[in-house]
């Protein structure tokens, strides 16, 4: 296999499929193993990749991503690094999933956001079996999105807009915003999309995050909320799969102290507020990264 | 019933099931339903119970937690409350398990912590069924202990000791620790026991809280780690379940705003740091609450420095 990365478009996949003789699926458990070694995993030191095919047949990949000196509740999954992958590359359907070592439950939960997640084949690819299972065998009666949601609203993966639009004053700085300049603007646009896209329906505060590399890069991430609420996945970590991802493979990718500034965007009145804890992670993985909060609302209310 | 609390003794639970003619697991549903309205969530009103037979033949309750204001990971759902109370209460084996709906994948995982948590008799009570089924059903090929941990490694409800001691000097401290006074060094003692406690095999960072309320009355609090990672709980939220489940039953019982100091007690080279997210945590549910942090050590750095 070549290098390995974090989607593969649907021609190469088609045409590493002819070369090998073997079909997208039966290939799948030699992604899972070329991706391992992308986990950044130096607390467990537990490798784990989860390989998706998505409806348009391209291949995505998820790992697992770990943050010392900060509580276990900012860990990365691979399978939510994988369903962030696929939202922020637009792909609709999930139609295969193969992970290196069954799901946790945290992540088979996480997974129920997905619409039709129960009929969701799955590979485990370090057991006996080289057969797919559905997901309702490794999670029966599953509590999801349809035991607290009318059946409408979007679930995961599907198209959202949640009709944001930032406040004309800035509500949160920090010392450097009178230096603020093209990039944080850019920047509030980026995490305003992003808040815009962000699956929030429980508690109905989306938000979102764009970070800057020290190349002028930019990458957005969305909340994204879970129906048990706690296997949600924050903005900022859904920026920092977005960064992993979109900055290419090998080891000496992607560093975190290649971040230079960041941006939250949330809503004024958000029952969740993010701004304290993404501070936090931030402060920790990115020292010297500088971070600005922008609020938003409803557009509804700003009719009022 | 009488009114709700989070322990039902075992000498009760025999009568209450001698009056009613009733076997203590088909007395789980109604004793779910009593608890149910104990939950507090203002976020989702959706009110869960955990009820759990213990080995004792003691019955405990527990019901989740929601924080407006702070990211959803402090949500302490029922059957963490439920573990926690059964730990809180050393009681070392859950012999049943009685939800008021299908337990979440985050709280299947977080049973796993529990040795033999596959063999756990699971009822729901929303469901057609009255009938008991194995956890295993539930959550099957489980991601657990025993994929990362050594077989002698205590596990849940085990008992343990961390072996830790506090460091000689106050690392961290806010503006009124210069009026230290008994209350602080009791709560020290408190935390240092929970942190002596806390089940934390995978990050190897146990920590403790001990929270102090209004009345004088101390509430103590272990970090409880899952394999899993996410689902383990803050040694802040565990000491609030013991504030909420000792603090007496009712819906105006336990107010956040009665807790008056917090000490948390955790290593100084933790992997996993709990000071910051403690202190966001407790600024937000009780502004006036007074917050220290002190430092500990394993014994075994202790004897070799």
Known sequence: MAEPRFIIEASEAKSISQSTGLTLTQLLPNIVKSAQPLARVPISKFHVAAVGVG????IFIGVNVEFPNLPFH????????????LSQNKETQLQY????????????QFLQEIRGASDIPLLIT??????????SQFLS???????????????????????????????SIDDSIAGSNGYTNQLKVAALEAANESHAPYSESPSGVALLDSSGNVYKGSYMESAAYNPSLGPVQ??????????GAGDGAAEYGELVEAVLVE??????KQESTARLFLSSISPHCRFNVFLCTSNNKIKN
Request: with cysteine; proline share 7%.
């Open 55 to 58: 409806i348009s047949g391209r």
């Open 74 to 85: 900012h860990t990365i999954h691979a399978e939510q690094f994988l369903l962030t992958n």
């Open 97 to 108: 999933l193969a992970v290196s070592a069954a799901p946790c439950g945290h992540c088979r």
């Open 126 to 135: 370090n057991s006996d079996s080289s057969d797919f299972t559905s997901l």
């Open 141 to 171: 009666h599953p509590f999801g999105p349809h035991d607290l949601l009318p059946k409408h609203v979007p679930l995961f993966l599907e198209p959202r807009h949640n009709d944001l639009s930032l406040l004309d004053l800035e509500a």
């Open 238 to 247: 859904a920026a920092i799969v977005a960064f992993i991802a979109g900055f």
């Open 267 to 272: 809503k004024e009145d958000a029952v969740v």
